[in-house]
């Protein structure tokens, strides 16, 4: 509502009635810029401390510095530390006797040795391919004068090709280090001094991705049989365009797979969240709560206790504040509970319910003042603010929410799912967009298989190597029988 100099003049010779309406407009615009102002500088201000933001979006903001102050430089308080180590059996032993003695200059030799000292060095030899020769000889048969040929291994399908070996350097560089295709290449020629084609690379990735697949297979069955999950997804690009890569795993197995849709659609595709019965631990996206599926609900409270930062930095909500204190103390008790190897107290879980309540109840009165959004059209209900959508989670999500409290089963958090999908954002960043749909593919698939060899503490190349040899079997596999 502008207004010219004259205008004002002019209003100020009106009837007090004119006068009033004319404030009162004005009041109602400045409400309205207040709230815009204040609805901008809470966008500007959000980041993945006070928001369900990821980390990736903060740019160049400092993170907090966790380190106590004081004391050496390096490794925090509590860290135990290593260092370097002699070993019994070194691979070269290097020999130095003096020839002549350094007080009379007489000569001297091995024999006039009585002991040594060691000081040893850990090096990397140079990189060199090896080359393998297979012969099929041909023979005659001294009774039937037959000419027969041996049959050469079922992997040597060429007159030269590359191994599982240089198959399973190129997975381990391109999904696991992010390295892109053509730096693959000129990566494999600098240490090798051999030159390796983009479609050589792309070929070995999709043979690998075959192979792949019975792995996938047996971590998808472990998924259905575990009885709490973690999911997630994020959005990804491919052929230019936005999708998502989906994630499913706990502590011990990851599954990944790409998705053009974030929701039902998806799920239903993937296949594993129709079948699965236990506890899920998502972040609230809403194609989880769908009726048609089984499984039970656990939501991320480390989601929760960001967002409650967001409304108590930019609304100054008191409920916000309290709820996140009770989310920390919860988990504190429920720390210490397990470490005891128990549960928490019936009473204790009944105090932290109750608590729960009062909070919600006493939060209602401020979220419904909170700032909303202008209506712009005439359809369609009247925005909430921030803070009441919040605060209506809550309350709409009680059980799923403090689950944690009663099922010693279920984490605080979804940070399992969370770091799964954390290198598709580094690979992004790296190595930009996925051109194809096979490459998006094949990276979900070999992403899930690497970060499963990581869960279970095995070495990441060298089980790779060995797997497109034909070789692997997975330990937990072995254990379990």
């Given at each position: ?222 998924l259905l049989n575990a009885d709490v999950l973690h999911a997630d997804e994020t959005g990804i690009h491919v052929d230019g365009k936005q999708r998502w890569l989906h994630t499913l795993s706990n502590v011990d197995w990851t599954f990944q797979a790409v998705h053009e849709n974030r929701g039902t659609l998806a ?9 699965y019965s236990g506890i899920l631990v998502h972040d609230c996206n809403g194609p989880y709560f769908k009726e048609k599926y089984t499984f039970q609900h656990a939501l991320c409270n480390a989601h929760l206790l960001r967002e409650c930062q967001g409304i108590a930095d930019y609304d100054h909500h008191q409920w ?78 009680k059980e799923p929410i403090l689950r944690f409290i009663q099922d010693v089963r279920v984490p605080f958090d979804n940070n399992v799912a969370e770091r799964d999908l954390r290198m598709a954002k580094v690979k992004a960043k790296v190595s930009g967009l996925f051109r194809t749909w096979d490459g998006a593919h ?40």
């Amino acid at each position: 509502m502008k207004m010219s100099l004259e205008e004002i003049k002019q209003i100020s010779h009106s009837s007090p009635d004119q006068i009033e309406k004319v404030i009162t407009k004005l009041l109602e615009r400045i409400t309205e810029l207040e709230n815009r102002v204040a609805e901008l500088e809470r966008q500007l201000g959000l980041n993945s401390k006070n928001s369900s933001k990821p980390p990736s979006s903060d740019g160049f903001r400092k993170p907090a510095n966790s380190r106590i102050a004081g004391g050496k430089k390096g490794a925090p308080l509590g860290h135990e530390g290593h260092t370097l180590s002699m070993v019994d059996d070194p691979d070269a032993i290097l020999d130095f006797c003096l020839t002549t003695c350094p007080a009379c200059h007489a000569p001297m030799d091995q024999e006039n040795c009585i002991g040594y000292d060691r000081r040893q060095q850990i090096d990397l030899p140079e990189p060199r391919i090896q080359t393998t020769e297979f012969r099929a000889h041909t023979s005659c048969c001294p009774q039937c004068s037959g000419v027969h040929q041996a049959a050469f291994p079922s992997h040597v399908s060429a007159s030269v090709q590359y191994g599982a070996g240089v198959t399973g350097w190129i997975v381990y560089v391109s999904a696991y280090h992010m390295i892109p295709l053509k730096r693959v290449s000129e990566m494999f020629a600098d240490l090798t001094g051999h030159s390796l084609s983009e479609a050589t690379v792309i070929a070995h990735l999709k043979k690998s991705h075959k192979q792949l697949g019975p792995y996938e297979e047996q971590i998808r069955q472990n998924l259905l049989n575990a009885d709490v999950l973690h999911a997630d997804e994020t959005g990804i690009h491919v052929d230019g365009k936005q999708r998502w890569l989906h994630t499913l795993s706990n502590v011990d197995w990851t599954f990944q797979a790409v998705h053009e849709n974030r929701g039902t659609l998806a799920f239903d595709a993937i296949g594993l969240l129709p079948a699965y019965s236990g506890i899920l631990v998502h972040d609230c996206n809403g194609p989880y709560f769908k009726e048609k599926y089984t499984f039970q609900h656990a939501l991320c409270n480390a989601h929760l206790l960001r967002e409650c930062q967001g409304i108590a930095d930019y609304d100054h909500h008191q409920w916000a504040v309290q709820m996140k204190r009770l989310l920390q103390v919860a988990w504190r008790l429920t720390l210490a509970a397990r470490k005891v190897l128990c549960c928490l107290a019936p009473s204790t879980v009944k105090w932290l319910e109750n608590w729960y309540d009062d909070i919600l109840q006493q939060g209602e009165l401020e979220w419904n003042q909170g700032r909303t959004k202008a209506k712009t059209g005439p359809q369609g209900r009247q925005s909430k603010s921030k803070s009441a959508n919040l605060g209506e989670r809550f309350r709409r999500h009680k059980e799923p929410i403090l689950r944690f409290i009663q099922d010693v089963r279920v984490p605080f958090d979804n940070n399992v799912a969370e770091r799964d999908l954390r290198m598709a954002k580094v690979k992004a960043k790296v190595s930009g967009l996925f051109r194809t749909w096979d490459g998006a593919h094949q990276f979900a698939r070999a992403r899930g298989f690497i970060s499963t060899l990581r869960k279970q503490n095995l070495p990441v190349l060298s089980t790779l190597i060995v797997t497109f040899r034909g070789e692997f079997r997975f330990p937990r596999l072995e254990e379990g029988k």
